[in-house]
Nanobody, 127 residues
Framework: QVQLVESGGKLVQVGGSLRLSCAAS????????MGWFRQAPGKEREFVAA????????YKDSLRGRFTISTRNDAETTVYLEMTNLKHEDTGVYYC????????????????????WGQGTQVTVSQ
């Protein structure tokens, strides 16, 4: 079984930047896709971005250009979400997600088909 642990969420001001991290441990996969979702208060969870083990990435259209997803593979796999020019509407709980498929996993994650979730990290952007 794989465990996903997010970190990096905090209170920031509008226009600020933040980097979230998600460390994956436990079961490993030869290919995978990892991504980020977020849930604002009173709203449904939505897809933010995802990246595959092959290096392909995909973003929610409205976030492209402000958010950047990347990975690092050493003793464990870590996925990052770099967020810039933050807006109040970026406030929410950010969840890390994993698909056990590679590039196909990008499509699965976009559709909300997830094999593992993290516990979430709170991002609050103050006006």
């Amino acid at each position: 079984q794989v465990q996903l642990v997010e970190s990096g969420g905090k209170l920031v001001q509008v226009g600020g930047s933040l980097r979230l991290s998600c460390a994956a441990s436990g079961r490993t996969f030869n290919s995978y896709a990892m991504g980020w979702f977020r849930q604002a208060p009173g709203k449904e969870r939505e897809f933010v971005a995802a990246i595959s083990s092959g290096g392909s990435s995909y973003y929610k259209d409205s976030l492209r250009g402000r958010f950047t997803i990347s990975t690092r593979n050493d003793a464990e796999t870590t996925v990052y979400l770099e967020m810039t020019n933050l807006k109040h509407e970026d406030t929410g709980v950010y969840y890390c997600a994993l698909s056990q498929f590679g590039d196909y996993g990008l499509d699965l994650l976009q559709r909300g088909t997830v094999d593992a979730w993290g516990q979430g990290t709170q991002v609050t952007v103050s006006q």
